[in-house]
Nanobody, 115 residues
Framework: QVQLVESGGGLVQPGGSLRLSCAVS????????MGWYRQASGKQRELVAK???????YYRDSVKGRFTMSGDNVKNTVYLQMNNLKPEDTAVYYC?????????WGQGTRVTVSS
């Protein structure tokens, strides 16, 4: 059973930083992609950043230069470093991995950017 647990969300002022973590446990085989998504209140879930097994990286335009996704293979953890946060970054952030053709999602961690 694969499980993803996000942490690191919270309340931060505009211009501040947060680092989200996604701890992955269980049998991880045929990893095809991993990514961070977010869903603001009343809006659809959107892709924020993604790595694929082929080596490609994607960041949505609105976070380029501010967000960085990284991973620690020893800790089986994926991170999203978020700098220069803006009120429009407020959302619940979710971690997702794609193993072969199966999606796994975490429960989400809430990020609120407000003064």
């Amino acid at each position: 059973q694969v499980q993803l647990v996000e942490s690191g969300g919270g309340l931060v002022q505009p211009g501040g930083s947060l680092r989200l973590s996604c701890a992955v446990s269980g049998s991880i085989f045929s990893l095809n992609a991993m990514g961070w998504y977010r869903q603001a209140s009343g809006k659809q879930r959107e892709l924020v950043a993604k790595f694929t097994s082929s080596g490609s990286t994607y960041y949505r335009d609105s976070v380029k230069g501010r967000f960085t996704m990284s991973g620690d293979n020893v800790k089986n953890t994926v991170y999203l470093q978020m700098n220069n946060l803006k009120p429009e970054d407020t959302a619940v952030y979710y971690c997702r991995i794609l193993l072969a053709t199966t999606d796994y999602w975490g429960q989400g961690t809430r990020v609120t950017v407000s003064s």
